[in-house]
T-cell receptor
Framework: AQKVTQAQTEISVVEKEDVTLDCVYE???????LFWYKQPPSGELVFLIR??????QNEISGRYSWNFQKSTSSFNFTITASQVVDSAVYFC????????????FGPGTRLSVLP | KAGVTQTPRYLIKTRGQQVTLSCSPI?????VSWYQQTPGQGLQFLFE???????NKGNFPGRFSGRQFSNSRSEMNVSTLELGDSALYLC?????????????FGPGTRLTVT
């Protein structure tokens, strides 16, 4: 069965601190995809990144970086030098080749960046 | 390119009534998925439509239904509303129905059932 766990319910950091959001997933498929989304207070989910199960290369985009490790079924997200605008709820999601667009979302981590 | 649009943005309905929500996907996107978001259950998949056919369905009762039109626009209907149906309903569109395509979300319709 598919499952996504985000153990951190809420995190508070002070601006300019680095913060890592954890994501652990479960799947039986060999072909699957992992995503991160950001939901700011306005409510609209914003797509951040997609990773497929065959690509374990880490990715960096500006202050954002992602670490995908199949051995531990984890897909963690790090924000470097956090800013107040990073305050949002962050969701990790999983889709499987066999289930198409049926995304399974984790419960989300609420990040508060304090000035 | 315009994003995913959803109408209405807010709705207040009474228990027992029915409601129809509308979603217009990004131009060129053929897959439309619907999700229910509540504080207790989080984001839960309702169903997905592609080429006017329901392709995937989540674990929701038959009171929740949807359809997709030939221009890819989609509607979602909830009949015999219950208090527990109060939620943010999110529509997402994707270029294709395969699992590897990312979904782009609309702003949501916030439904309150009294």
């Amino acid at each position: 069965a598919q499952k996504v766990t985000q153990a951190q319910t809420e995190i508070s950091v002070v601006e300019k601190e680095d913060v890592t959001l954890d994501c652990v997933y479960e799947t039986r498929d060999t072909t699957y995809y992992l995503f991160w989304y950001k939901q700011p207070p306005s409510g609209e989910l914003v797509f951040l990144i997609r990773r497929n199960s065959f690509d374990e290369q880490n990715e960096i985009s500006g202050r954002y970086s992602w670490n995908f490790q199949k051995s531990t079924s984890s897909f963690n997200f790090t924000i470097t030098a956090s800013q107040v605008v990073d305050s949002a709820v962050y969701f990790c999601a999983l889709s499987e080749e066999s289930y198409g667009q049926n995304f399974v979302f984790g419960p989300g981590t609420r990040l508060s960046v304090l000035p | 390119k315009a994003g995913v649009t959803q109408t209405p943005r807010y709705l207040i309905k009474t228990r027992g009534q029915q409601v129809t929500l509308s979603c217009s996907p990004i131009s060129g996107h053929r897959s439309v998925s619907w999700y229910q978001q509540t504080p207790g259950q989080g984001l839960q998949f309702l169903f997905e439509y592609f080429s006017e056919t329901q392709r995937n369905k989540g674990n929701f009762p038959g009171r929740f239904s949807g359809r997709q039109f030939s221009n890819s626009r989609s509607e979602m209907n909830v009949s015999t509303l219950e208090l527990g149906d109060s939620a943010l309903y999110l529509c997402a569109s994707s270029r294709d129905r395969l699992g590897g395509y990312e979904q782009y979300f609309g702003p949501g319709t916030r439904l309150t059932v009294t």
